[in-house]
């Protein structure tokens, strides 16, 4: 344990005891005042290490992202952010040959029966900010803890805050995996909201130049002659979109149409199984539906699974080619959705009391007022629905793979129950619940997203996978990620010590390595760990105690 890790600990263990009420029943929450969005620290000296002239991972198991099996021993050689050599040494179960290893390395990391992956990309993100977690470095702490190296922020927070974050994050002078800035048409120009196809034009030039990434379209209020010319001009300079397509104006664009018109992707499933409505153009909803009403907005939706049209049909199958056809991505963040069919498994998820921030807490709970607290009275009728939707929707999912189509992993956390990371890691494992053997969730984390990003641009992506060139953006685990997706959570897996024949904890990531540089991931979930219990003791909580379930 660092100084600085040991005097927090200090800090909190006596905190117990000075706080008032802190070893006493909790208290009620009390509200975080809205505050100011707190941008990432400098990085300390002693947060990662590196990069170096000659880093050198010695023995790993690669799970290189490209789709290829398993191979290993394998030598992994990084100079400064780069890979310059992928170098198989030997034989399982055979001495090593040391005469065939690359050497003269300034650090090595034994990997000997680890597993080594590209780092994550997660293609659906926000870094939260006041009053849910104040500290951006809440969440940059939780991705990296979990292997995400890259985040697509759609947007990462507000505009000017995630280009200065994305700089910094580029020099690493902040503790943050890479950022792809994405921003909504309007954001950050002072000519207010567009109005015109030729203001529509005018604000994707301004924005390229000054650098933002690509479109997030959230298409409440947005006409389809705006989002043709945004698009047009988009794809003419190389940025790539993405799309909500919301209930407001989904019947003015549904995925289908916008599509055509050449959106690269798409985020969540609104407008999906809208373009393929059996009997009617227009969702059937219930007479005294309300958009502004949460609980109304998400049941409702789940009701499309029995107004589209069937697997297998001829609209059905003609949508998922199209969409293959037209070179189509889909982002589906299943996780951020998965608490409709099961709302007390996402919210007494077992890392919640120490890694979720009691402000955050409160923004899941029950409100009317906050997007997606929507549990006013959510029962069995409303999960039952959503079962049945999930079904539909993975069907989907599934065609749209085998017929050639490009799933990526994303995971709006901050919302429903799912923190960063965390949620991450379980899209994961809907991925693989869609069907997708291991290999191919793996591949749509890392090789997928980042050909998501960068395919727009007409760029070859500089990560994505553990090649020679590549950005040295890896994730050592001790586990086989493939035999079970759940060694990936912070928390690990649960399994049964036949040697002592006790329950353990076993996995999480190990090694996080973005732009070259080593992090130590318990370490930093040991760091917002401490967040969350200094969040506590300011609330006049005990630090160790659970969150209120109400």
Do not use: C
Not at 116 to 134: E, R, S, T, Y
Not at 161 to 182: F, G, H, M, T
């Amino acid at each position: 344990m660092s100084y600085r890790s040991f005097a927090r600990f200090l800090l909190v263990f006596l905190a117990g005891f000075l706080v008032p009420g802190a070893l006493v029943a909790q208290t009620p929450p009390v509200p975080t005042p809205s505050g100011q969005t707190v941008p990432g620290p400098d990085r300390g000296p002693d947060e990662g290490e590196g990069p170096f002239e000659r880093l050198i991972i010695r023995g790993a198991i690669l799970i290189d992202g490209t789709g290829a099996p398993p191979s290993g021993p394998t030598d992994i050689v990084i100079e400064g952010n780069r890979i310059v050599e992928v170098q198989a040494v030997g034989y399982p179960g055979v001495p090593i040959d040391e005469g065939r290893r690359p050497g003269g390395a300034d650090r090595e990391i034994d990997a000997h029966g680890m597993y080594v992956l590209p780092g994550f990309i997660d293609n659906h993100a926000h870094a939260g900010g006041a009053p849910k977690n104040p500290e951006l470095s809440y969440a940059y702490k939780l991705w990296l803890a979990h292997g995400i190296t890259t985040v697509r922020g759609v947007a990462l927070t507000g505009f000017d805050l995630a280009l200065q974050e994305k700089e910094r994050s580029a020099n690493n002078e902040i503790v943050a995996p890479r950022i792809v800035n994405y921003q909504r048409p309007s954001s950050g120009w002072d000519r207010g909201t567009i109005t015109t196809p030729e203001m529509g034009r005018e604000w994707v030039q301004w924005a390229h130049e000054n650098g933002v990434d690509g479109i997030k379209f959230h298409t409440h209020g947005m006409e389809p002659p705006l989002m043709e010319a945004i698009l047009d001009e988009a794809n003419r300079v190389g940025m790539g979109s993405t799309a909500h397509l919301s209930q407001p104006r989904v019947t003015h664009m549904n995925v289908r149409d916008a599509a055509r018109l050449g959106l690269t992707g798409m985020t969540h499933f609104y407008g999906l199984f809208e373009s393929i409505q059996r009997d009617h153009q227009i969702q059937w909803y219930r007479l005294d539906y309300n958009y502004q009403n949460e609980q109304h907005r998400f049941a409702e939706v789940a009701q499309l699974w029995r107004q589209s049209h069937d697997r297998g049909s001829e609209a059905w199958n003609d949508f998922v080619q199209e969409l293959v056809d037209l070179n189509f991505f889909i982002n589906p963040t299943m996780t951020i959705y998965e608490a409709n069919r099961d709302v007390m498994r996402a919210r007494e998820a077992e890392w919640h009391d120490e890694y979720t921030l009691p402000s955050l807490w409160d923004f899941y709970r029950p409100d009317r007022r906050a997007h997606g607290s929507y549990w006013f009275y959510w029962g069995t009728e409303e999960e039952a629905e959503w079962r049945a939707f999930y079904r539909k929707w993975m069907d989907f999912l599934m065609d749209f793979h085998r017929a050639g189509g490009r799933l990526t992993a994303g995971a709006d956390a901050g919302f429903i129950y799912k923190n960063y990371g965390f949620g991450y890691i379980e899209e994961l494992e809907l991925l693989r619940e869609v069907g997708l053997h291991p290999l191919e969730v793996i591949q749509s984390a890392t090789l997928y997203a980042a050909q998501e990003i960068y395919e727009p641009r007409g760029e070859e992506p500089p990560i994505g996978t553990v090649e020679p060139g590549k950005l040295a953006d890896l994730i050592i685990v001790p586990e086989n990620p493939l035999q079970n997706l759940k060694v990936l959570y912070g928390t690990g897996a649960v399994k049964l010590d036949d040697e002592t024949g006790e329950a353990i904890r076993v996995g999480g990531v190990r090694y996080t390595i973005k732009d070259g540089i080593v992090y130590d991931a318990r370490q930093l979930l040991e760091e917002v760990a401490e967040m969350v219990r200094q969040q506590k003791i300011e609330r006049g909580m005990n630090p160790n105690a659970p969150l209120p379930r109400y």
